[in-house]
């Protein structure tokens, strides 16, 4: 998957080609899936974060939600598509980058005509953390799995993960 270079003076080095990472496919409502690239448990950080890549078809949503620990970035690198935050859409295309700080609402919509893509950096890290417990594992390429639900769970890996008792259910 990835090549390391430890050096404890200079800190540690990671590449993750294109089609590596761990690889998830989402349940309902996203139905798309994400790439974890980049978390403390695949290489040593001074700082914790995570980032990755998230995409979902045409017709899919990430359901409203906020973060009560973590601040988000997203960048958003294919599709059409809308942001709602705080309750206001934002057009979302290639190129959009979008900072979520704490506790602030957002969603995403896929309501465009292929899928919405973008790279997402949450600090302090647990969002892939979130995508392990409800996604089910994957690899780069294959069909997507008929639609599945979220797990019975779900609410107590919110609460365990990066998601505010605030969020919209």
Do not use: C
Not at 41 to 61: A, C, N, R, Y
Not at 62 to 69: I, K, W, Y
Not at 83 to 106: Q, S
Not at 152 to 159: F, G
């Amino acid at each position: 998957m990835t090549a390391k270079v430890e050096d404890a003076e200079r800190g540690h080095l990671l590449v993750v080609p294109p089609d590596s990472g761990e690889h998830y496919w989402q349940p309902v409502p996203a139905n798309g899936h994400i790439t974890v690239k980049l978390a403390p448990d695949l290489v040593h950080m001074d700082e914790k974060f995570g980032l990755g890549t998230q995409t979902i078809p045409p017709g899919s949503f990430v359901r409203e939600h906020l973060h009560d620990r973590n601040e988000e970035v997203l960048f958003f690198l294919s599709g059409r598509g809308r942001a709602v935050l705080d309750g206001e859409d934002h057009p979302v295309t290639p190129g959009t980058m979008i900072y979520v700080g704490k506790n602030r609402l957002h969603m995403f919509v896929n309501d465009g005509d292929t899928d919405l893509s973008w790279m997402w950096l949450i600090v302090p890290n647990g969002l892939e953390t979130f995508f392990r417990a409800i996604g089910r594992k994957g690899t780069m390429g294959e069909p997507a799995p008929a639609p599945f639900p979220r797990p019975a769970d779900v609410l107590e890996i919110e609460r365990r993960t990066v998601f505010g008792s605030s969020a919209a259910r």
